[in-house]
């Protein structure tokens, strides 16, 4: 079976998961179909972290252009004020099945609110070696994300986890060791 299948499959039935695809290997498309599928089905959002500000861009832009979708979104510094108000508008209004953020964006009090009163179907982490500190590109505030989605759960008064999809095509096993021992220590999850 095909892993991006797989992954799809295992996004569909609402489990976690680590996956290591190389470049070009069809992730984008293993995590937004699941999440367009549960944005239409049961109105959910999947939030996407990316370390790569022009990635989330690129992301929406290739949805929206070439395939007509329009149910993607970022929130980024690059947003003006007023585009920055409006995105927020169409999430809360539930237009959009998809939000990218970066993780900085964790720390944010706009985007917890923001996402306490959405249904939240999925986090998405992309560049997930930046977990380890073994990764080539290790961002402290990936380590604030099982914070986050706690705190999150907490508010929202969920009696499970919220599902966790991780991907990279940058890990040796040290680095896949490191993601996967810190959903386990900090959410268990495995």
Not at 167 to 189: E, H, P, S, W
């Amino acid at each position: 079976i095909p892993l991006q299948q797989q992954v799809v499959e295992s996004a569909m039935r609402g489990e976690s998961l680590l996956a290591v695809f190389q470049t070009g290997g069809g992730k984008s498309m293993t995590f937004q179909l699941p999440a367009l599928i549960a944005g239409n089905q049961i109105g959910a959002l999947t939030v996407v972290i990316s370390p790569i500000v022009a990635l989330m861009k690129d992301q929406v832009d290739v949805l929206t252009k070439r395939f007509g979708i329009e149910r993607a979104a970022y929130i980024n510094s690059n947003l003006s004020p007023l585009e920055r108000k409006s995105t927020i508008k169409a999430i809360m209004e539930n237009e959009k099945d998809l939000l990218y953020i970066s993780p900085e964006a964790l720390r944010s009090n706009t985007i917890f609110k923001l996402l306490k009163y959405r249904r939240i179907d999925r986090f998405v982490i992309d560049e997930a070696h930046c977990f380890s500190a073994w990764g080539q590109d290790f961002r402290v505030d990936y380590l604030y994300l099982a914070d986050f989605i706690k705190d999150l759960e907490e508010e929202k008064k969920l009696e499970s986890h919220i599902p966790i999809s991780c991907f990279t095509a940058t890990a040796k096993q040290d680095v896949v060791d490191d993601i996967c021992g810190y959903f386990k220590k900090r959410m268990n999850l495995e």
